[in-house]
């Protein structure tokens, strides 16, 4: 027998003998791991959900319609507070049907101790916003500050701003048509007080609980 068959013979039958030998690797390379190598454990990560709004990256909600829970407390009722989910650019009209989506209605500010929550929570340093359509509305042709709420309750002794765009003591229907009741945080160096401002403006709105 030719000597150099005798030694390749001898060769493969130490390798066979190794529990590290696999014959068939000699011929499949490394196809069995190929495109595997960091997608384990990996998921399509899906948009944040709140409640009804999918909120982008920057805390927008992009749907700011109905699905939302209260989210404030305050005399055994309960509040939806709007720019808290990321809702913040409504005319008054468009505040007023996120509440009705909601299930509530634009919050009446028809007492003195809900003047105090309210205008205290807008104010504040964390978590306040720089204005709040309430639901109340002003007749305008009557040069009246009384002020008609969704509740129907009587409330029109507020704190109203002593100045506006135009430096006059509010409510002044600066824009002929400012039939609706704002709450505005220093918005001209003034504190925490009530505007009168054209409906077609945008802000966050509170629900209130019907």
Same mark, same amino acid.
Not at 85 to 93: I, L
Not at 134 to 163: A, C, E, F, H, Q
């Given at each position: 027998?030719?000597?150099?068959?005798?030694?390749?013979? $001898?060769?493969?039958?130490? +390798? !066979? +003998?190794?529990?590290?030998?696999?014959?068939?690797?000699?011929?499949?390379?490394?196809?069995?791991?190929?495109?595997?190598? %960091?997608?384990? %454990?990996?998921?399509?990560?899906?948009?944040?959900?709140?409640?009804?709004?999918?909120?982008?990256?920057?805390?927008?909600?992009?749907?700011?319609?109905?699905?939302?829970?209260?989210?404030?407390?305050?005399?055994?009722?309960?509040?939806?507070?709007?720019?808290?989910?990321?809702?913040?650019?409504?005319?008054?009209?468009?505040?007023?049907?996120?509440?009705?989506?909601?299930?509530?209605? +634009? @919050?009446? @500010?028809?007492?003195? !101790?809900?003047?105090? #929550?309210?205008? %205290?929570?807008?104010?504040?340093?964390?978590?306040? $916003?720089?204005?709040?359509?309430?639901?109340?509305?002003?007749?305008?042709?009557?040069?009246?500050?009384?002020?008609?709420?969704?509740?129907?309750?009587?409330?029109?002794?507020?704190?109203?701003?002593?100045?506006? %765009? $135009?430096?006059?003591?509010?409510?002044?229907?600066?824009?002929?048509? #400012?039939?609706?009741? $704002?709450?505005?945080?220093?918005?001209?160096?003034?504190?925490?007080?009530?505007?009168?401002?054209?409906?077609?403006?945008?802000?966050?709105?509170?629900? #209130? +609980?019907?």
């Amino acid at each position: 027998m030719n000597v150099s068959l005798v030694l390749l013979l $001898a060769g493969l039958s130490l +390798a !066979a +003998a190794s529990p590290q030998f696999n014959p068939f690797r000699l011929f499949s390379g490394n196809r069995g791991n190929r495109g595997n190598r %960091g997608n384990r %454990g990996q998921s399509q990560r899906q948009p944040p959900r709140f409640n009804g709004g999918t909120r982008n990256q920057g805390g927008v909600s992009r749907s700011c319609g109905g699905g939302f829970q209260p989210n404030h407390r305050f005399g055994n009722k309960d509040y939806l507070v709007s720019w808290q989910v990321g809702c913040s650019s409504f005319s008054h009209r468009g505040g007023l049907d996120f509440c009705r989506q909601n299930g509530m209605k +634009a @919050i009446s @500010i028809d007492s003195s !101790a809900k003047e105090r #929550e309210f205008l %205290g929570l807008v104010g504040r340093r964390r978590g306040g $916003a720089k204005y709040f359509w309430t639901g109340g509305k002003l007749n305008v042709n009557s040069r009246s500050r009384k002020i008609n709420w969704p509740s129907l309750n009587s409330y029109d002794n507020v704190n109203w701003s002593n100045t506006g %765009g $135009a430096g006059l003591p509010q409510p002044d229907n600066r824009e002929g048509n #400012e039939s609706c009741v $704002a709450v505005l945080n220093n918005f001209y160096n003034d504190g925490v007080r009530f505007h009168d401002v054209s409906c077609h403006h945008k802000k966050p709105v509170i629900c #209130e +609980a019907l």
